[in-house]
């Protein structure tokens, strides 16, 4: 079966002085999807972005936002993300008190659902919510920071998950996301991977040198899928 590939720059890495224009700069380069890195400084060591940030970038483009809360608590922040624009909301199931609870806020608030796990989170949180997600994001590296190497077990757990997903004969989206560059997104969809989430891959590609700079990097990705 063959699967639509979509590819997903994580702002974390972008210019955040310049961030409008380096959003429409990504996705006309032939990019997918935003992928919007929610962090707390509790759940996970590092601090980030929030809805008002996102209710800025919703005029500036029409692509797809997908919002990745590494929040906790979690259920508070989501109709805010929904009423700044989100598209799709993610969450981490250990931050949740109740997981289904979560999931439907999140379809309430007008937004399509997923579940994160971690690089050591048990698949078995899925047992019970297949029917109700949207996307599953498996972490290829701890969260928390931009430019960590991808940690090569994940593409068992990508396999598993695929058969999983490829089993409930639902569409879910299988997101993968952490240490995603243009010499390993092949292996990454050739495991079952279909969104690739990329922060420094893109926002840090020949910063100084190539003014096309994301075009060259994401044509390179492209390239690469292009052969699986
Ligand atoms: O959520 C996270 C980190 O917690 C990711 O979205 C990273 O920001 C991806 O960055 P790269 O590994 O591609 O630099």
Same mark, same amino acid.
């Given at each position: 079966m063959s699967r639509q590939f979509r590819i997903a720059p994580s702002i974390l890495s972008a210019n955040f002085a310049k961030l409008g224009q380096e959003v429409t700069d990504v996705i006309a380069s032939g990019t997918d999807i935003i992928h919007f890195d929610v962090m707390d400084n509790h759940y996970v060591p590092n601090l980030t972005i929030g809805p008002l940030v996102c209710e800025s970038l919703r005029p500036v483009t =029409?692509?797809?936002i997908d919002v990745h809360l590494m929040v906790k608590p979690v259920d508070r922040i989501i109709p805010d993300f929904? +009423? @700044?624009?989100? =598209? $799709?909301?993610?969450f981490h199931p250990e931050a949740s008190e109740h997981i289904d609870r979560t999931l439907a806020l999140i379809k309430e608030s007008g937004c +399509?659902?997923? %579940?994160v796990f971690n690089p050591a989170t048990s698949l078995s949180y899925l047992d019970h919510v297949m029917d109700k997600l949207d996307m599953i994001l498996l972490m290829s590296v701890n969260p928390g920071f931009g430019g960590q190497k991808f940690i090569p077990e994940t593409l068992n757990k990508i396999r598993a998950v695929r058969q999983r997903i490829d089993a409930s004969g639902r569409d879910i989206w299988l997101e993968v996301d952490g240490g995603v560059k !243009?010499? =390993?997104?092949? /292996? !990454?969809a050739r495991a079952g991977a279909d969104t690739f989430v990329a922060g420094s891959a893109i926002f840090g590609a020949a910063k100084d040198t190539d003014? =096309?700079?994301y075009d060259t990097v994401v044509a390179a $990705?492209? @390239? /690469? %899928?292009?052969k699986v």
């Amino acid at each position: 079966m063959s699967r639509q590939f979509r590819i997903a720059p994580s702002i974390l890495s972008a210019n955040f002085a310049k961030l409008g224009q380096e959003v429409t700069d990504v996705i006309a380069s032939g990019t997918d999807i935003i992928h919007f890195d929610v962090m707390d400084n509790h759940y996970v060591p590092n601090l980030t972005i929030g809805p008002l940030v996102c209710e800025s970038l919703r005029p500036v483009t =029409n692509a797809f936002i997908d919002v990745h809360l590494m929040v906790k608590p979690v259920d508070r922040i989501i109709p805010d993300f929904a +009423k @700044a624009g989100a =598209n $799709m909301i993610t969450f981490h199931p250990e931050a949740s008190e109740h997981i289904d609870r979560t999931l439907a806020l999140i379809k309430e608030s007008g937004c +399509k659902a997923g %579940l994160v796990f971690n690089p050591a989170t048990s698949l078995s949180y899925l047992d019970h919510v297949m029917d109700k997600l949207d996307m599953i994001l498996l972490m290829s590296v701890n969260p928390g920071f931009g430019g960590q190497k991808f940690i090569p077990e994940t593409l068992n757990k990508i396999r598993a998950v695929r058969q999983r997903i490829d089993a409930s004969g639902r569409d879910i989206w299988l997101e993968v996301d952490g240490g995603v560059k !243009v010499d =390993n997104i092949a /292996e !990454v969809a050739r495991a079952g991977a279909d969104t690739f989430v990329a922060g420094s891959a893109i926002f840090g590609a020949a910063k100084d040198t190539d003014p =096309n700079r994301y075009d060259t990097v994401v044509a390179a $990705m492209r @390239a /690469e %899928l292009a052969k699986v």
